[in-house]
């Protein structure tokens, strides 16, 4: 799953990006809300945890911003004492919160029980495409109701597509979101790896080449 972490503290943000990363998590690190927005506004992530209090602007109005654009959990940090943030906080779009200091577990916890309430309110429905359903939230596939394993990055390709429901994916957006890297020597990666998913589903029409372009999920 992909974190998207906006916090200006160095150290504190690196320990954060650290622990999510060692929890599976794929990290994007902004510092801040300018930056928060747009990466929001470019590859949707699964999760935000949004420092509420940015150097750039108000947390609140970031909080707001993203809420007008997605339905992303907001899990809002704050320091120790700021109950006014944390209110507003919630008032304005954030589903949770957890204050500064914090333990990695308690993180942790709070971004799972963020994700579970939220995905009972349509945050990373199942996306259907022929007989092959791809559930975002479990990270499962099947195919005519039989579960297919496929491996992280593999599933992550997936994903990718199926969040953009049909429309055409860029190589260059593909290889950033799913490998970080734009590099075109990854091309070939991304080329197997869609030849894997259409064998392991057994449905080739499912990953449909867009010539010259990308790829796009099949109907």
Known sequence: MRALLVEDDEVLGGAMAKALGTAGFRVRHVTSGAAALAAVRESEPDVVLLDMGLPDRDGIGVCR????????????????GAVEARVSGLRNG????????FLVEELLARIDAVLRRTRGL?????VVAGDVEIDLARRAVTVAGAE??????EFDLLAALARR???????DE?????WGTTDSSARRTLEAHVALVRSKLGRPEVIVTARGVGYRLGK
């Open 94 to 101: 954030a589903d949770d919160y957890i204050v500064k200091p």
């Open 122 to 126: 349509g945050v990373a429905p199942a």
């Open 148 to 153: 297919v394993g496929l491996a992280r990055k």
């Open 174 to 178: 593909l290889l950033d979101e799913v």
């Open 65 to 80: 911003g993203i809420r007008a654009v997605s339905r992303v959990p907001i899990l809002a940090v704050t320091g120790r």
């Open 165 to 171: 429901e049909g429309a055409v994916v860029a190589r």
